[in-house]
């Protein structure tokens, strides 16, 4: 059974979150009572989500919308999902009477987050978005009024900001353990196949940037907890097969932040490139490495304890998690957050922000794009 608006607020006010017991969140310990998610498109990330859900103990699976009905038919039985509530893309506005479904989660291509985010929200359902937020800036601030509009929350799913390593590393920086943070190194790419969706201008939005090279953008503000103030940046198609008549395939950019410290990203769909970054300050580094895949996330560190002396702390550390922990971590965020009546770590205004970011980015590099 699923936790009703109503509920939620009840909840809420009743200071319910103070007094979950250690361990177990408070969706999961109010009478097994889960949130109740509609995955909007069923393709690779969307599997992702739908185990993670599965592997938790604070949401459930309760609505799919496809425009395969054949696969959703198979994927509902999977999931335990009737068959009244899978829905089309031209009818899926009905899931507002589905008092089953309290939010959805956008798994589409780029360039249709906006619309079907605004009609979740007219349906009353909070949003969980994947990322890039939107295609364009402008879709992006009216996301985020649709749901103000519709009283709804919305997080964009940047699920590296709730994975274990990525937030040891942040912890390390904002301790001081490597010193004054200096330069950044951060790049990500994939070697994606002619007849993605990605490769076109309509459903990308644009290029690597948008799909790979914003987990590094993302990561330099979340490891500085600065806001760019500049960026350089350069692209080149070198398009060898003729994959690249539409977006750019490398892409490499520099960053300022309020503090001096630079960031130096690339990325590229051109070559198989592992996510990762390395932060160097004055004491010593910090890497993590990969950084951005599913599991097998692995932190390494090499810093002085003393004040700039020979360094004599060395990490290494790799995250058992396996996927899709990761997601699991992100549900149980979003869902916790409607329950608790909080705004999620991540809400519209962190993907608009990367959106205005990587407009200029391109701009800088003489792209006229979002
Ligand atoms: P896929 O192509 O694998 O899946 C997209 C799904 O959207 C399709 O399976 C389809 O579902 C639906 N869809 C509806 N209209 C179209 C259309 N015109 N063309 C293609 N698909 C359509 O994409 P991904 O799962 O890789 O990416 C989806 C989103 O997730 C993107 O925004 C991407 O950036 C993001 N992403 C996030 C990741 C993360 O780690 N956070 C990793 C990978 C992607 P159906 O058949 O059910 O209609």
């Known amino acids: 059974m699923s936790v009703s608006r109503r509920q939620f607020a009840k909840l809420g006010a009743l200071g319910f979150a103070a007094q979950v017991m250690p361990g177990m969140s408070a969706v999961a310990q109010e009478s097994g009572k889960k949130v109740g998610y509609c995955v909007i498109g069923l393709g690779r990330i969307a599997d992702h989500f739908m185990r993670g859900v599965q592997h938790g103990s604070t949401s459930k699976i309760t609505g799919l ?69 939107a295609t364009s800036v402008s879709d992006a601030e009216a996301m985020i009024d649709a749901c103000k509009t519709a009283n709804v929350k919305l997080m964009i799913a940047y699920r590296c900001q709730y994975e274990p390593t990525n937030l040891k590393a942040v912890k390390l920086i904002r301790e001081g353990a490597i010193g004054k943070v200096q330069v950044i190194h951060s790049a990500f790419g994939g070697n994606f196949a002619a007849g993605e969706w990605r490769l076109t201008k309509k459903y990308g939005g644009g290029g690597s940037l948008m799909d790979v090279g914003i987990y590094a953008l993302n990561a330099t503000r979340y490891l500085t907890g600065e806001e760019p103030v500049a960026f350089s940046a350069f692209t080149s198609t070198l398009d060898q097969d003729g994959r690249f008549n539409e977006v750019d395939e490398n892409l490499v950019w520099t960053t300022r932040f309020p503090s001096g410290v630079l960031a130096n990203c690339s ?23 990969p950084a951005f895949s599913y599991d097998g996330m692995r932190l390494r560190a090499q810093y002085s304890s003393g004040i700039m002396g020979v360094p004599d702390v060395q990490l290494d550390e790799e995250n058992p998690d396996k996927d899709p922990m990761h997601f699991t971590r992100e549900a149980d965020h979003f869902s916790e957050c409607i329950v608790k009546e909080r705004t ?8 608009l922000r990367d959106m205005r970011y990587m407009k200029e980015i391109y701009r800088t590099a003489g792209v006229t794009v979002l």
């Open 65 to 133: 919308v496809s425009g395969h009905r054949d696969k959703a038919l198979r994927i509902a039985a999977q999931y335990g999902v009737p068959e009244s509530s899978i829905y089309s893309y031209e009818d899926m506005d009905r899931i507002r009477e589905n008092k089953a479904i309290d939010a959805v989660y956008v798994a589409l291509p780029n360039n249709m987050h906006a619309e079907y985010t605004i009609r979740s929200a007219k349906a009353g359902k909070h949003v969980l978005c994947e990322k890039p937020m």
């Open 344 to 351: 999620p770590k991540t809400p519209g205004e962190e993907g």
């Open 267 to 289: 990325s590229t769909y051109g070559a198989n490139m592992p996510g990762y970054y390395r932060v160097y300050g004055s004491k010593g580094w910090v890497e993590v490495g």
